[in-house]
């Protein structure tokens, strides 16, 4: 494997540096974050080409969310972008409507037009998708994703003989490929960062990947930039990105999602397993996520459950590419109704039958923690999170959740009422 993919590898594996805490949350652009109540404003109201109205109407979305109401008539303009808005608010339509309102390539375009870096190759995946989903009455349009751990020759391969017009990829092994000669970025028109602030800010590496990136690509284009979390220091690295950004920040000093109830348990760590069993047994759910601190742990806390019954699987970075996503796309499926995962599948990942998030090992900072809760309650649904504080530490990074975003997180109730948290 290439030393830049190992660099990825390294942020996959990390847990909770001390680098990811967020220094105090930005200013908030004063608008409340919501899901659906567009009213005022409709898909149509855009005046998007007509294929991809179509394609909106065939997703099932009759409303955009407030940051799509907000960003995408910028986007789609062409209006370099710094947008957070929480987990699970479409942020990802917004940059795929921008990017499809606004390519323009015949069928044998065999060229780069938009690239998407992102941390993970599930998302990476995930986000080729739903590029897939919207360009489907667009069939000049060639969506390619490309990511670490899987062998490079099939993607060489592409780039040569089939160059996509929309690239989707993590940094190192877009890098690598790049330094290959097999993929050039003379004619890119659009650069789109995910999870932004994991890529500018988490590890120093990746910082480095995604800079040597973006100066290979030409100064006039427009770049784009997403992330629920998007710190002081990430925001500037971000405004030395782009040029004149249309910054849109919802709710960043509130990022309570809407219906997702939360609470905390206090115990000790040899209790933990005994109160998870429980859990399991007594609330209802369709899908639950455990987020555990190690990939250690997650593999055993998994052989344990599968052990007693419970139907669990588990992922984590030290798997082989193919595993993970065979994995993430079966729990994705329902095959599966438990996932004990690290901290890799906090973000970015879109789970929609997810209505429980447990942090059996607390979160080390408070923006992971944002990230993990937000796999449940996606798009305005009701959820529920429970996380387990064993330690001072864990004591400390919760109130730092609370005092930095006001949220109300209580002790967990003897019992939950499962209308709360399930939808009707
Ligand atoms: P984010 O990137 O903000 O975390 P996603 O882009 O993953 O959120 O979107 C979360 C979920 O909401 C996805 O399943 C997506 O298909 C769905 N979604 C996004 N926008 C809409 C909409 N306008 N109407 C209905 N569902 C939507």
């Given at each position: 494997?290439?030393?830049?993919?190992?660099?990825?590898?390294?942020l996959e594996e990390y847990v909770d540096p001390a680098e990811a805490e967020a220094g105090?949350?930005?200013?908030s652009a004063g608008v409340q974050g919501s899901y659906a109540g567009a009213q005022a404003c409709s898909f149509r109201d855009m005046l998007l080409k007509d294929e991809l109205q179509r394609a909106i109407g065939d997703a099932g979305f009759e409303h955009p969310s407030e940051v799509q109401q907000n960003a995408i008539p910028f986007a789609m303009v062409g209006n370099d972008m710094i947008v957070q808005a929480k987990s699970g608010m479409g942020k990802t339509a917004v940059f795929v409507i921008a990017t499809l309102q606004q390519i323009e390539v015949e069928a044998d375009d065999k060229h780069v037009d938009t690239l998407v870096l992102c941390h993970s190759r599930e998302v990476?995946?995930?986000?080729s998708r739903e590029f897939e989903r919207f360009s489907k009455y667009m069939p000049d349009v060639s969506v390619g994703v490309v990511y670490g751990g899987v062998n490079i020759s099939a993607h060489k391969k592409m780039m040569k003989e089939n160059c996509p017009n929309i690239l989707v990829g993590t940094p190192g092994r877009i890098l690598h490929l790049m330094n290959e000669k097999v993929l050039s970025l003379d004619k890119l028109k659009r650069f789109v960062?995910?999870?932004?602030?994991?890529?500018?800010?988490?590890?120093?590496?990746?910082?480095?990947?995604?800079?040597?990136?973006?100066?290979?690509?030409?100064?006039?284009?427009?770049t784009m930039m997403y992330s629920a979390t998007i710190s002081e220091d990430a925001r500037?690295?971000?405004?030395?990105?782009?040029?004149?950004?249309?910054?849109?920040?919802?709710?960043?000093?509130?990022?309570?999602?809407?219906?997702?109830?939360?609470?905390?348990?206090?115990?000790?760590?040899?209790?933990?397993?005994?109160?998870?069993?429980?859990?399991?047994?007594?609330l209802e759910f369709n899908q639950v996520v455990i987020f555990v601190r190690?990939?250690?742990?997650?593999?055993?806390?998994?052989?344990?459950?599968?052990?007693?019954?419970?139907?669990?699987?588990?992922?984590?970075?030290?798997?082989?590419?193919?595993?993970?996503?065979?994995?993430?796309?079966?729990?994705?499926?329902?095959?599966?109704?438990?996932l004990v995962a690290t901290s890799l599948f906090g973000r970015g990942v879109d789970l929609e039958r997810v209505n429980i998030v447990i942090n059996f090992d607390m979160s080390?900072?408070?923006?992971?923690?944002?990230?993990?809760?937000?796999?449940?309650?996606?798009?305005?649904?009701?959820?529920?999170?429970?996380?387990?504080?064993?330690?001072d530490k864990d004591r400390e990074v919760m109130e730092e959740v609370q005092s930095r975003f006001e949220v109300g997180i209580t002790e967990l109730p003897s019992t939950v009422d499962s209308s709360a948290y399930m939808a009707n």
């Open positions: 494997m290439a030393a830049e993919e190992d660099n990825l590898d390294q105090e949350a930005g200013k990476a995946y995930q986000i960062l995910d999870e932004c602030d994991n890529l500018l800010e988490v590890a120093l590496d990746i910082r480095r990947q995604v800079q040597e990136i973006f100066k290979k690509t030409p100064r006039e284009k427009q500037s690295i971000c405004r030395k990105m782009s040029r004149n950004a249309e910054e849109i920040f919802i709710d960043d000093n509130q990022l309570t999602l809407h219906g997702l109830q939360q609470h905390y348990v206090t115990l000790g760590e040899k209790d933990k397993i005994k109160r998870l069993t429980d859990l399991l047994d007594d190690t990939r250690q742990r997650a593999a055993a806390l998994n052989a344990m459950l599968i052990k007693c019954a419970f139907p669990s699987m588990c992922i984590h970075p030290k798997l082989s590419q193919k595993k993970r996503l065979e994995r993430y796309k079966s729990f994705k499926e329902n095959s599966c109704r438990i080390g900072n408070s923006n992971e923690y944002f990230h993990r809760v937000g796999r449940a309650g996606r798009f305005g649904t009701k959820g529920l999170a429970i996380t387990f504080l064993a330690n």
